[in-house]
């Protein structure tokens, strides 16, 4: 079993689902809400635990009734909380979730509360866990202190350093110097590179736009059509795999739990595409986000199901 370990955002989701969503004052009559365990970071962390990594979230939440979502699904989970600050006063971010039955998509407010005090200090307390961890994985829904930190920590006990540039935000550049691997969706490929990606061609453009920020290996992840790796030396692409969706929210996170799972196993890079392919294709079937990530043995099912590959 490999080490995951890296600072994340723990967020309670607040999900309605509705035939379709509201246009500015407009009132939709939905079909149901759901509170459930979220945020990129602490979803991320899940799909990494259940696809089989030991995954150790460094992060910060409040003792209030959102907070209490994230304390039980660690509890059941059965997953570390020991680098998890809680702040007695502090309020725990929370996301409000949109999504249309339709189509399965959604749109998501999120209030980052107590996440934004993950400081450096933070992640240097976990300094122990990443001297003999086997991955490192981060989102920008924590401070910039604390992605630069985890970088340094990183580069110190040369550990692959896998950054999910997500939500998109108008953070230093310098962010990306020597990122191992960076894991935008095109959203996010494009407000950092400025290239907006659509075709193929885009994304071996905005792929450059990274290398020229200092990122050795780049992933650009293209919803249902799959996902585009491209390094100095080799280019690749994994198509999507055809499911019944039912709710996306954390597809990306899935895809970056399982990545990162994969990579902390020395699996080769389009190996670690394809499986964590398979863990967002599974997630997606599912309801929440969290709650949606698939168990290794699943995965490993898929794997061989879709790919020919046994693990
Ligand atoms: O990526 C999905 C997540 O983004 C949700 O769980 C929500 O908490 C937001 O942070």
Known sequence: MGKVI??????????????HLPIGG????????????????????????????????????????????????????????????????????????????????????????????????????????????????????????????TKELAQKYNKPFILNPAPYDNVPREIFQGIDFVTPNETEAEGFTGIKVDTIEDCREAAKVFFSMGVKNVVITLGVRGVFFMNEKEELFVPALKVKAIETTGAGDAFNGGFATAIADGLPVETALKFATCTAAISVTRLGSSPSMPYRHEILALMEQEFGITL
């Not at 723990?10 to 689902?17: Q, S």
């Open 26 to 149: 407009e009132t939709v009559k939905g079909s149901a809400i759901r509170f459930g365990p979220g945020g990129k970071g602490s979803n991320q962390m899940t799909a990494a635990h259940r696809a089989g990594s030991d995954a150790r979230i460094i992060g910060c939440r409040g003792d209030d009734v959102l907070g209490q979502i994230l304390k039980k699904h660690y509890e059941t989970e059965g997953m570390s909380e020991e680098y998890v600050t809680v702040l007695p006063d502090g309020e725990t971010g929370g996301a409000f979730i949109e999504v249309d039955e339709t189509d399965a998509q959604n749109r998501i407010i999120v209030v980052f509360g107590a996440n934004e005090q993950v400081t450096r200090e933070s992640v240097l307390a976990a300094e122990k866990d990443f001297a003999d961890c086997d991955a490192v994985l981060t989102q920008l829904e924590t401070t910039v202190e604390a992605v630069m930190a």
């Open 6 to 19: 890296g600072p994340g955002s723990l967020i309670a989701d607040i999900t309605g689902f509705a035939p």
